[in-house]
């Protein structure tokens, strides 16, 4: 068992975001990205067969796909196949949890 607190982990960049490995086996992966307002993570896609899911956990934003955007808050959970474009961008200053199964 292990217990992490991601708010105390990992903080702020004001060059890009900032990436946190917090999880990593067979099964999945987890990450932290932290990101100042106005940065982003760009759409991509990645070819495997798998899912992900993006949960918000502090700050606003959008997630960004190839045909729009979706607005992103704090509670929001974004799940998609992990080979559909995907990404993010902070209006706000914006903490999120970016689960990936199988782990790339």
Known sequence: MKKINLFEANDFSEKA???FLVHD?????????NFKAGQQ???HSH?????????????EGEFLAQDGT???????????DISVPHGIRADTDMRTVVTIAPPI
């Not at 070819?47 to 700050?59: A, C, F, N, T, Y």
């Open 17 to 19: 975001m900032k990436k």
């Open 25 to 33: 086996s067979p099964y999945f992966k987890i990450l932290n990205f």
């Open 70 to 80: 979706l607005p992103a808050k704090t509670g929001d959970v974004l799940v998609c």
């Open 47 to 59: 070819d495997i067969e798998g899912q992900l899911s993006i949960l918000v956990l502090e700050g």
């Open 41 to 43: 993570l760009p759409i």
